[in-house]
């Protein structure tokens, strides 16, 4: 009953931007842990962002920030990575994970911790 599916992903040049869309359904309890993480061929997962839904506290890794960003329209369920000034380095598969926040702590990085996963929206950055 509880899922996330992501979308937006798409082919773009370089210097381009896109906007990646999360939707959760299907959960009653009213604080998600939201995060994006991608993964490129040959390479391991890696984390990319988050946010609480009930404080909007998030996170970013270094490597994207200050051209990536999340979002959230709560009355959506929805979370948003921005992503502008893509690299070629960026072309990875874009999933969206979440898992109900019942204990005190921070939204963290650690993929182990996200229970449901959307199925990935590929970004492709052409150079």
């Known amino acids: 009953q509880e899922r996330v599916a992501e979308s937006g992903g798409d082919s773009v040049q370089a210097g381009g931007s896109l906007r990646l869309s999360c939707v959760a359904s299907?959960?009653?309890?009213?604080?998600?842990?939201m995060g994006w993480f991608r993964q490129a061929p040959g390479k391991e997962r890696e984390a990319v962002a988050g946010?609480?839904?009930?404080?909007?506290?998030?996170w970013i890794v270094a490597s994207v920030k200050g051209r990536f960003s999340i979002s959230q329209d709560n009355t959506k369920n929805t979370a948003y990575l921005q992503m502008d000034g893509l690299k070629p380095e960026d072309t990875a598969l874009y999933y969206c994970?979440?898992?109900?926040?019942?204990?005190?702590?921070?939204?963290?990085?650690?993929?182990?911790?996200?229970?449901?996963w959307g199925q990935g929206t590929q970004v492709t950055v052409s150079s």
């Open positions: 994970a979440a898992h109900e926040k019942r204990w005190a702590g921070f939204c963290t990085e650690s993929a182990t911790d996200y229970n449901t």
């Open positions: 299907g959960y009653t309890y009213p604080t998600l842990c």
């Open positions: 946010i609480n839904t009930r404080t909007a506290r998030t």
